[in-house]
T-cell receptor, first 115, second 114 residues
Framework: AQKVTQAQTEISVVEKEDVTLDCVYE???????LFWYKQPPSGELVFLIR??????QNEISGRYSWNFQKSTSSFNFTITASQVVDSAVYFC????????????FGKGNQVVVIP | DVKVTQSSRYLVKRTGEKVFLECVQD?????MFWYRQDPGLGLRLIYF???????EKGDIPEGYSVSREKKERFSLILESASTNQTSMYLC?????????????FGPGTRLTVT
C-alpha cells in the first residue's frame, strides 16, 4: 500500500514570506517516484516536479525548491518570497516503480498569499 | 503542449439519471485516469486505463463505470447518479508504461446531483 501525508491543510502567509509544505510518504518499494502538483483557482492541476527514489539531490527552480530525504521519507517543498500568484492548492503524490503510473495523492495544502 | 479536455466545466443532473463525462487528450498517451476531488479528501482514483478497451479499478470504483473505445477518449459513466456523487471530476493522461511519467490534467467537471 502507498500513502502520502500532507499535514497542514491551509497555510496563510503575507506576500514575500517563505512557505514550506511538508510531504511524508510510505512505500515498501525501493523504486518509486514523487511528484508535486499545483492547482490554481482555475482548477487544472499543473505538474511542478518529479523525483525518483535514487536521486536525493535537492533542486531549486526559481523561487521553488524541493528537499528530498529518504531517511525521513519526506519530500518537502518551499516557496521563497511568496507572491499572490502562488495562491493555490499544492499536492504531493507518489508512484511506485513496479506500477503502471498510478498516483497516490496527499490531501493537498491550500496556500493563501496575502498581499 | 499536451491538451486534456473535458466535455463540461459544470454539470447539474438529477438523482437517478445516467451521466456521461467525456475526456479527450491529443498527445497519443497510453494511460488515462479519472479522479474525483472532494474537500479534505484530496484526489481519489476512480478508474484508469492503460490501453484501448482496457480498464482497471482505482480506489473508489463503486457507482461508476468507464469506456475507452479510442485511444484519445476516456469516458466516465455514472449509471444512476446519486447525491453523494456530487464532486469535482478530473481526467488525466500520461505516456509510457512506467511509473515515472507525470500526468497531465484537464480543467475538471464540477458535477452537482440534485
Amino acid at each position: 500500500a502507498q500513502k502520502v501525508t500532507q499535514a497542514q491543510t491551509e497555510i496563510s502567509v503575507v506576500e514575500k514570506e517563505d512557505v514550506t509544505l511538508d510531504c511524508v510518504y510510505e512505500t515498501r518499494d525501493t523504486t518509486y517516484y514523487l511528484f508535486w502538483y499545483k492547482q490554481p483557482p482555475s482548477g487544472e492541476l499543473v505538474f511542478l516536479i518529479r523525483r525518483n527514489s535514487f536521486d536525493e539531490q535537492n533542486e531549486i527552480s526559481g523561487r521553488y525548491s524541493w528537499n528530498f530525504q529518504k531517511s525521513t521519507s519526506s519530500f518537502n517543498f518551499t516557496i521563497t518570497a511568496s507572491q499572490v500568484v502562488d495562491s493555490a492548492v499544492y499536492f504531493c503524490a507518489l508512484s511506485e516503480g513496479g506500477g503502471n503510473n498510478r498516483l497516490a495523492f496527499g490531501k493537498g495544502n491550500q496556500v493563501v498569499v496575502i498581499p | 503542449d499536451v491538451k486534456v479536455t473535458q466535455s463540461s466545466r459544470y454539470l447539474v443532473k438529477r438523482t437517478g439519471e445516467k451521466v456521461f463525462l467525456e475526456c479527450v487528450q491529443d498527445m497519443d498517451h497510453e494511460n488515462m485516469f479519472w479522479y474525483r476531488q472532494d474537500p479534505g479528501l484530496g484526489l481519489r482514483l476512480i478508474y484508469f486505463s492503460y490501453d484501448v478497451k482496457m480498464k482497471e479499478k482505482g480506489d473508489i470504483p463503486e457507482g461508476y463505470s468507464v469506456s475507452r473505445e479510442k485511444k484519445e477518449r476516456f469516458s466516465l459513466i455514472l449509471e444512476s447518479a446519486s447525491t453523494n456523487q456530487t464532486s469535482m471530476y478530473l481526467c488525466a493522461s500520461s505516456s509510457g508504461q512506467g511509473a515515472s511519467y507525470e500526468q497531465y490534467f484537464g480543467p475538471g467537471t464540477r458535477l452537482t446531483v440534485t
